[in-house]
């Protein structure tokens, strides 16, 4: 499961920003993302937000 944005919509196809998975797949199911159902109180060391802090860039 990945939390992404939806830039636009052409018919049936979708384009996306921060998928986490390879151009051009398909995406098989969609859900509104809540803030409700998302996790809270999550901690990570300092590190893996250094490791991440440029992974979604182009």
Known sequence: MTT???TS????ELVV???????????????PAMIEFQP???RQPDW???????YFLP
């Open 4 to 6: 992404c944005r939806i």
């Open 9 to 12: 919509v052409r018919g049936r």
């Open 17 to 31: 920003r921060g998928l986490d998975a390879i151009s051009g797949t398909p995406v098989v199911d969609l859900k």
């Open 40 to 42: 809270t109180g999550l």
């Open 48 to 54: 893996a937000g250094r490791l991440m802090a440029d």
